[in-house]
């Protein structure tokens, strides 16, 4: 039996040396780079959300980055005079103290669930993980997203935990709970296959004989810890209104999972929508307050024609018409609960994702689309996810069954969480244009994965500590060689760094974030006949960025003698590409 553990103040000592190297190789990998494409948005965005001036949706941006403008106000009224690039680099900060925040509680609950060994196997994978990197350094919304998602069911599983103990008595469930015979079935295959014995709940008494006492502030302190991360992670991105499905998901779970008089579950289901409604009513006191109440209360009437007065600024007039007309029809005196901005942004963000609009066009080797492809996010985690990642993805899902026994809710949290947001993003969402949109599931895996470390088979148990050693070894060297650059990260995959655009574009490979480096390398070559995105045919040293190369930001046809008839010959940080014209292309 794998019992909970609960790791020790001492022991998140370990910790500190992994948080401060999370801290610091972000902030050194992204000194030298440029704004990235949606950086200054998220700023600009950030700025008017900290002045209370947020009236109007700007391509679905989010009032947590008021944190990255926060130490440059700071800083500013007190005196200190910055330069823009100064000013870029401090903005960025708050963001990687996120990563180092979403990084000690991954370490927390794969410590919870595989001990000290296990949190730790966690903790490094998350550190060194090059998406994770790559995008905690920057003025953006993904990995604020990432942190208060996780941190939320995080809370709400622990919720759910202190929430059975504290109201079920053991004695009140019979031997034939659905629970028990689930989790003795898999205890008992398991032992049965390393031959040990097959006690299903070996020397935990809680199962047993005990009876469970009330936690007297446990339960409704992680309800709403739980309640105001949910909050704050619907201010990151929409991404986060997922949080909403999964946590029905794993209280179906609990209720299909535990059994109990129908009175005792009468009155835990009273008090389950008490709980609810208390939970709701945080989320939505954050999400107000957020905007400053802008445009909260208004009457539905007005809010359609303040959108419909918008939608005829978009490029597209029916970008709010037609879900606007009828509602407001219906209901035109009705008050708006939430900011007309954060409205706006949800509905400009589905019809978005309906139309394929809003962003260029996707790039998949080769291939464009508007719409993309149902495969795009599982063949990009194939070749931006490190090799050695999937080998222990797959060793985690092979000694699965008996850590299922000890913390099934847990689990099964990890679980659905991870299939939930897969299943989105590979079905229901069209703005495939990088490998970030997946940076909420990595937590999650990381800890699942914990458990690599903590199974010890019955035999060769020190050849198999040795391969997980050497898989982790292989993730971390595989992620180091990209430093600094490591938006551009590809696996041992794609063979010829210099070809990788091949395979992926956008943020996964060109972001706009290395303008220094090819700005470094004409000062290094400035005696050089050198051409930088030559409109017309030229013959010498001809640079391009990726995205006009496969026609991202420029015509498909711009590039196509380039991109058709000549290899790079070199890179100039793996997302500008360097070609060797000879004369006779003019012939």
């Not at 490094?124 to 069911?153: E, K, N, Q, R, W």
């Not at 949080?243 to 129908?262: D, G, K, R, W």
């Not at 999937?390 to 689990?411: H, M, T, Y």
Request: proline residues 5%; hydrophobic residues 45%.
């Amino acid at each position: 039996m794998i019992s909970k553990i609960v790791p020790t103040s001492r022991q998140y000592v370990y910790t500190i040396p992994f948080l401060l190297i999370v801290f610091i190789i972000t902030m050194v990998s992204t000194y030298h780079q440029s704004l990235t494409y949606d950086e200054p948005d998220h700023y600009k965005f950030g700025r008017d959300a900290l002045a209370g001036r947020v009236w109007e949706a700007s391509m679905q941006k989010m009032p947590v980055t008021a944190l990255n403008v926060l130490p440059v106000y700071l800083l500013e009224k007190a005196g200190v005079r910055m330069t823009s690039s100064e000013k870029v680099f401090v903005g960025r900060i708050p963001t990687a103290l996120a990563s180092a925040v979403l990084a000690l509680f991954v370490f927390a609950w794969s410590a919870r669930l595989y001990g000290l060994t296990g949190g730790l196997f966690s903790l490094i994978l998350y550190t060194f993980c090059p998406t994770i990197i790559a995008h905690s350094g920057l003025i953006t919304t993904d990995v604020y997203c990432a942190c208060f998602m996780f941190i939320s069911v995080y809370f709400f599983v622990k919720y759910i935990n202190n929430d059975v103990s504290a109201h079920f008595k053991t004695q009140d469930i019979p031997s034939s709970c659905h629970t028990r015979d689930f989790l003795s079935g898999i205890q008992q295959s398991n032992h049965e296959q390393d031959g040990s014995p097959t006690n299903t709940f070996g020397d935990d008494t809680r199962f047993t004989n005990a009876r469970m006492h009330p936690i007297k502030n446990g339960s409704l302190k992680n309800l709403l810890i739980a309640a105001c991360a949910s909050g704050v992670a619907q201010v990151t991105k929409h991404t986060a209104l997922l949080l909403f499905p999964i946590f029905i998901i794993i209280l179906l779970f609990n209720m299909y999972t535990s059994a109990a008089p129908h009175g005792r579950w009468c009155f835990h289901a009273k008090r389950r929508v008490l709980h609810a409604i208390i939970f709701l009513a945080v989320v939505w006191l954050i999400i107000n307050s957020s905007y400053c109440f802008n445009g909260t209360f208004m009457r539905a009437g007005d809010y359609i024609n303040k959108s419909m007065e918008l939608s005829q600024k978009a490029e597209n007039p029916s970008v709010f018409a037609d879900l606007s007309r009828r509602l407001g029809a219906r209901f035109p005196f009705v008050p708006v609960l939430f900011p007309k901005a954060y409205l706006d942004a949800f509905f400009k963000g589905m019809y978005y994702n309906i139309t394929g609009q809003g962003h260029g066009p996707v790039y998949l080797m080769g291939k464009l689309s508007w719409t993309g492809w149902w495969y795009y996010f599982p063949v990009v985690s194939l070749l931006k996810f490190p090799l050695a990642f999937f080998a222990l993805l797959l060793v985690s899902f092979a000694v699965s069954g008996r850590f299922i026994a000890s913390k099934p809710f847990d689990e099964f949290a990890l679980a659905v969480s991870s299939v939930v947001l897969v299943l989105f993003f590979c079905f229901f969402c069209t703005a495939q244009i990088g490998v970030r949109y997946l940076i909420p599931i990595l937590p999650f895996v990381y800890v699942f994965i914990g458990k690599t470390v903590a199974y010890s088979p019955g035999k060769y148990v020190r050849l198999y500590k040795v391969a997980c050693s050497l898989l982790a070894v292989w993730f971390v060297v595989s992620s180091i060689t990209f430093f600094p650059h490591y938006i551009s990260y590809f696996n041992e995959l794609t063979g010829n760094r210099s070809n990788l655009y091949k395979w992926l574009a956008d943020s996964n490979l060109d972001w706009g974030q290395n303008d220094y480096y090819l700005v470094e390398y004409l000062k290094k070559h400035s005696g050089e006949k050198i051409f930088v995105k030559p409109q017309k045919l030229v013959e010498g040293t001809v640079i391009v960025d990726v995205n006009s190369l496969v026609g991202i930001t420029v015509s498909q046809d711009t590039y196509k003698w380039l991109r058709d008839n000549y290899e790079p010959a070199g890179n100039i940080a793996y997302s500008w590409l360097v070609y060797h014209v000879p004369v006779e292309v003019k012939k």
